[in-house]
């Protein structure tokens, strides 16, 4: 079992709709999360961080984690077009340490 | 406040040549990470620095990556020979002392023929 994994997609939507980006984790120790962006040929982009369980609201994006079930999640509002790359879960133990990536989901908002 | 540089962005070599790449985190980020990432993968570690030690590069292969950050400053990872397997994207990342995110470089697009 692959420490984080995530639904790789591709996830199409039409615009305005509202997407949920998921992944599931299997250490327990992990407890910070981050949601990256990445645009085609570009690096990640930090959109979210959160830490421990609990919901974190920024605009448009919403991160949840719920620790017991060892499963976080990313909603998007309102989606736009613009929205459209691979969106990257990440996780950490404790500061100083290293972040373990899922693969990554695809998404592509339809105008 | 001037992001994670990566240069170059791409390289095409042969199998079996070296190359190397570098990076210079944002100012003052104590820490910094290479991350290799396969077309349809996550980023994965493979060497990480606080100021110019070590803290983790147990997935590092050692037979022909190095990689070093001898001012605690800028960063150079280098392959030596190349395979075919090595066709990734190299991520430069860095993150302050305290603070729990990482910002990354745009990469350097690696292709191996």
């Known amino acids: 079992q692959k420490e984080v994994e995530q639904d790789p997609g591709p996830l199409s939507v039409p615009e305005g709709a509202i997407v949920s980006l998921n992944c599931t984790y299997s250490n327990s120790a992990f407890q910070y999360f981050m949601w990256y962006r990445q645009y085609s040929r570009k690096g990640p982009e930090l959109l979210m961080y959160t830490y421990s369980s609990g919901n974190k609201e920024d605009g448009r994006f919403t991160a949840q984690v719920d620790k017991s079930s060892k499963y976080i999640s990313l909603f998007i509002r309102d989606s736009q077009p613009s929205d459209s790359a691979t969106y990257l879960c990440a996780m950490r133990k404790r500061y100083g340490q290293n972040f373990v990536f899922g693969p990554g989901t695809r998404l592509s908002v339809l105008p | 406040e001037a992001g994670v540089a990566q240069s170059p962005r791409y390289k095409i070599i042969e199998k079996r040549q070296s190359v190397a790449f570098w990076c210079n985190p944002i100012s003052g980020h104590a820490t910094l990470y290479w991350y290799q990432q396969i077309l349809g993968q996550g980023p994965k570690l493979l060497i990480q620095?606080?100021?110019?030690?070590?803290?983790?590069d147990s997935q590092l292969p050692k037979d022909r990556f190095s990689a070093e950050r001898l001012k605690g400053v800028d960063s150079t990872l280098k392959i030596q020979p190349a395979k075919l397997e090595d066709s990734a994207v190299y991520l430069c990342a860095s993150s302050k002392t305290g603070e729990p995110e990482a910002f990354f470089g745009q990469g350097t697009r690696l292709t191996v023929v």
């Open positions: 620095f606080q100021n110019n030690g070590v803290v983790d």
